[in-house]
């Protein structure tokens, strides 16, 4: 009788860690699907620049070709004022790096304000500030911390 509920106590205990393991490995299925969500949440129709918006839906797409392709050869890059190479920034942060909300936008849709995500850093607000040349490309880029 002794060993049975022994058993019977350690097939409990083994059923209830089995459960817990279960619901953490669907909910970091899950939040992983959240941030996916939320990346397509954002509503591009309302940054009115089509060159920023269309470098903007590159960025949160991942996309580096295309996000290269939206600049002018010589441009610039400057993260919270301090020049920054525009070649590295793009392949080390694109897909790493990306908004989850826009909460602002100014400058006829050049500049970009929202909550971001880091790999690094974690999450904060961020600003990004494009400047277009005639030729429909940009020639400087701008970002960095708000409040920073």
Sequence with gaps: MKNKR???QNCLLLF???FCVGLSL????QNHSHQNERKSMINYE???DPVARKA????QEADRTRWKSMFADDASLTDDGHPRDLEDFSNNAIGD??????DKIEDH????????????YGDFIARFHFEINDAGKIFRLDIGMVGH
């Design 6 to 8: 022994f058993l019977h």
């Design 16 to 18: 209830v860690f089995a």
């Design 56 to 59: 903007l839906q590159a960025w």
């Design 97 to 102: 790096e990306y908004f989850l909300t826009i």
């Design 109 to 120: 849709g050049r500049t970009v304000t929202g909550q971001f995500h880091t790999k690094k």
């Design 26 to 29: 669907q909910a970091c299925g």
């Design 46 to 48: 309302r940054i009115s």
